[in-house]
């Protein structure tokens, strides 16, 4: 076999050439489009809009949210709450072959934001309105700027986004605004200095969650917000670091240093339950009253790589050490019961309550890590990633009472990983992860409504294949098994670890031009979700995990006709199974589709590049109930039509 010559400058991440991955490209973030961008049908965003499977929140049957499974560009991130697009310009789930690359992956996927280029000097104002078929179509404003000077050795990005008046999918009225800045500055020939700031904060009135009582449920008017007028969720959240990394040289040893500091402060964080609704619309209703809620995350990182390069192989040996350190501040909650009422009538109004001191329980996480990787890539294309990893943890909880409370562990973690070309065209690929994620909080409707959970050990094995079938048509499948411990409720209403869940499952992802002018992307995920353990086996819970749907499905085309090059027309439809309702599996909410209809009109506005966008969501009007990890329903939103004007890039 004749071997190609290596490059002797490279990136790091030799599986990504070996699979031949298409990157997530941020430096387009602003003005693309993200379905022509999406490397596949797994998940990615830009900006407001978003296509795949998955999502931020849930990966494989799985809430990210919790798990906190998080970059931020290639830094170490522990999420208490998301940056805000003013700091970010989009995301990409990170799993299958595109997580194969990453140095010490997450069992569940991992969710990673691209920081906001500052490649060049551009500027970019989006004007639009959210609600275009509405009495009060609600308008928003999203800028962006980057400016770079001619010697290059500083840039500075950043943007401005907000909105006076939101509507969000219970009918409540929002507001929010955001600022952030992302400076970049090179410090000599072989450092790079990258610092961030973001800063988010809205208001809305409160959510609004549904418990059954059994048998189908109503239909209430979705735009009718059913809860305590007073009531509303207030945060304000800052994502702020910085990011040190020496210029890979070849012989030389590249480092990177980051902190990265996430803290979310809630002075109400309010919630409105309706429990034991009935078909015909009766409900118990009561409100929380949660104040001074309180979550800050920071998060630092020491790594440093070196690549050894021969005629017909390449090694990179990557050292690493890891400090994360949480304070979790839950709230002072107060309960009110407003008695029965109906969801096809005005819900009685209570008044505001007034504030009541008391004390506030707290708890904290303090995860230190090492570890070793080792990845070689061959010339004929195979490759190899390994880590492993030695972690211990303290947690700390100080209770209400001020009784105080602690404990401590420590685990090995290992990931394993194998790319095989077979073929010209197609590439086999196989890993195994075992890693420590995070359970989340206990709901607001548990007797330890917000009670912080401890983390746990996870592990994920695959196996799949990925084919370029030519024309730019790229095909992937995956099969994959994850299981940890899962949380629920047992039978005081308390939210803790019940049993162990394994997640079973395929998943298809087919991406590319089907003809000239038209471009498919389509996915669809099998899953055999199952719970395991002695509250199985008693029968506290079913064999199902409540809220978790075992079939997914997309298809999503967008057409350029060669007779209109300045528009594109888009159309995508979205397929979520049954999900289990309850926890003894009695009940479950029915699989449903939705559909997104858009167009986008690309044109200049003297020297500008300007674009006109409409986008309408759930076209067909759709009602469909839907349950969370935690019994909880809600709906999916009525009909949206959002209409965009931007200018610039």
Do not use: C
């Not at 001074?292 to 990557?318: I, K, L, M, N």
């Not at 009109?601 to 309408?616: H, K, M």
């Amino acid at each position: 076999m004749t071997f190609l010559p290596i490059p002797p400058k490279h990136p790091p991440g030799a599986l990504a050439l070996a699979l031949a991955l298409t990157s997530f490209a941020a430096e387009a973030a602003d003005a693309g489009d993200v379905k022509e961008q999406a490397s596949d049908a797994f998940g990615s965003r830009i900006g407001i809009e978003s296509i795949g499977l998955y999502s931020e929140s849930l990966v494989r049957g799985f809430d990210l949210q919790q798990a906190g499974n998080y970059l931020l560009g290639d830094a170490y991130f522990v999420r208490a709450a998301a940056p805000p697009d003013t700091l970010v310009g989009g995301s990409q789930i990170r799993v299958g072959p595109n997580a194969l690359d990453i140095g010490f992956p997450a069992p569940s996927g991992i969710v990673q934001y691209q920081l906001l280029p500052g490649d060049r000097t551009r500027a970019r104002i989006e004007l639009g309105l959210q609600h275009l078929l509405d009495t009060n179509p609600r308008p928003y404003l999203r800028t962006h700027f980057g400016y770079r000077p001619d010697d290059g050795r500083f840039s500075l990005a950043g943007g401005v986004i907000g909105s006076p008046s939101a509507r969000y999918i219970f009918g409540n009225n929002a507001r929010y605004h955001s600022v952030g800045l992302v400076p970049r500055l090179d410090l000599g020939e072989h450092w790079k200095a990258t610092a961030f700031y973001g800063y988010y904060d809205q208001r809305y009135q409160a959510d609004i969650g549904f418990e059954p009582a059994a048998g189908r449920m109503p239909r209430p008017d979705r735009l009718e917000y059913l809860g305590q007028r007073w009531s509303r969720f207030d945060t304000r959240n800052t994502t702020y670091g910085t990011i040190l990394a020496s210029q890979p040289r070849e012989g030389r040893w590249d480092v990177r240093l980051s902190g990265v500091h996430s803290r979310v402060q809630r002075p109400r964080s309010d919630f409105n339950i309706f429990s034991d609704v009935t078909t015909e619309g009766a409900a118990d209703a009561l409100v929380s009253v949660a104040r001074d809620r309180a979550v800050f995350s920071r998060a630092y990182e020491a790594s440093a790589g070196r690549d050894w390069t021969t005629p017909d192989r390449r090694d990179r040996v990557t050292l690493l050490a890891r400090l994360r350190d949480s304070d979790y501040t839950s709230p002072q909650v107060d309960t009110y019961t407003l008695g029965e009422v109906s969801l096809f009538d005005p819900v009685p109004q209570m008044r505001e309550p007034s504030t009541v001191a008391r004390a506030q329980a707290r708890s904290g996480i303090e995860q230190r890590e090492l570890g070793l990787g080792w990845q070689r890539q061959w010339q004929y294309g195979a490759a190899l990633n390994l880590g492993l990893r030695r972690v211990g943890l303290e947690e700390s909880a100080t209770s209400t009472g001020g009784v105080r409370d602690g404990r401590g562990g420590h685990a090995w973690l290992y990931n394993a990983s194998a790319v095989l070309p077979v073929g010209a065209r197609a590439t086999a690929f196989a890993s195994l992860v075992r890693g420590i994620e995070e359970a989340g909080v206990a709901p607001q409707h548990a007797k330890n409504a917000f009670e912080v959970l401890p983390p746990a050990v996870a592990r994920q094995s695959e196996l799949g294949m990925k084919w370029q079938a030519g024309q730019g048509m790229t095909l992937i499948g995956t099969l994959f098994e994850i299981s940890k411990p899962e949380p629920g409720f047992d039978r005081d209403g308390r939210y803790r670890f019940m049993s162990d869940v394994r997640h079973r499952g395929a998943e298809l992802s087919m991406s590319g031009p089907l003809t000239p002018g038209l471009d498919a992307l389509f996915g669809a995920t099998w899953m055999r979700a199952r719970l395991e353990g002695p509250a199985v086996d008693e029968g506290l819970v079913g064999e199902r995990p409540v809220g978790r749907s075992e079939r997914l499905a997309l298809a999503s085309l967008t057409y350029r006709p060669a007779a209109m090059q300045s528009w594109s027309f888009d159309v995508d439809a979205t397929y979520s199974g049954p999900r289990p309702a309850d926890a003894l599996n009695r009940t479950r909410t029915p699989g449903y589709t939705l559909f997104n209809v858009g167009t986008r009109y690309r044109f200049r506005l003297g020297t500008l590049p300007a674009a006109v966008r409409l986008r309408i969501y759930n076209a067909g009007d759709k009602y469909a109930w839907v349950a969370d990890g935690g019994g909880m329903q809600s709906y999916e939103p009525t009909r949206r039509a959002m209409l965009s004007l931007s200018l610039g890039d």
